[in-house]
């Protein structure tokens, strides 16, 4: 378990904790995001983050994050200054829990240029199970 990824003590159903922060430790290994800019938890909705340590060039002055959560899966995001909502540059459509290996595709595309702007539809809610299933690569 890397540090900072501990699961949280709530409502999630079993395993999804423990395959929350496996996944979110895969993604962030293959993005190169060290530890401590990685957070994830399962409560009323689980969730992830990881701050990005690469900007855009059309954003050099803005930091960047990778978020995660359950209804909507994938995107990044500018980080937020204040209080105010953090806009979403892209998202990761079609699946709540692509492979790591396809997430990481994902923002180096995006980092590059080549799906700026491109938002897509939400991909079907998975009940839990299935969820972390998904993420630990186990057929549901």
């Known amino acids: 378990m890397v540090d900072g990824l501990e699961p949280a003590a709530g409502t ?9 922060a496996e996944y979110t430790r895969q993604v962030a290994e293959l993005i190169g995001v060290p530890a ?5 938890e399962v409560t009323d909705t689980a ?11 059309d954003l050099p002055q803005r930091d960047l994050m ?4 359950e209804r909507l899966g994938w995107s990044i995001a500018i980080e937020p200054r204040g209080d105010d909502q953090p806009p979403a540059i892209c998202h990761l459509g079609r699946q709540i829990a692509p492979s790591p ?6 923002v180096a595309d995006v980092l590059r240029g080549s799906r700026r702007g491109q938002l897509s539809s939400v ?12 993420m630990t690569g186990i057929p549901a």
């Open 36 to 40: 401590e800019a990685v957070t994830c």
């Open 123 to 134: 991909p079907p809610r998975l009940d839990r199970a299935t969820l972390a299933a998904h």
């Open 101 to 106: 290996a396809a997430v990481a595709q994902f």
């Open 66 to 69: 990778l978020v995660w959560d």
């Open 12 to 20: 999630g159903a079993p395993g999804l904790e423990s395959a929350l």
């Open 47 to 57: 969730t992830a983050y990881l701050g990005l340590t690469v900007r855009t060039a």
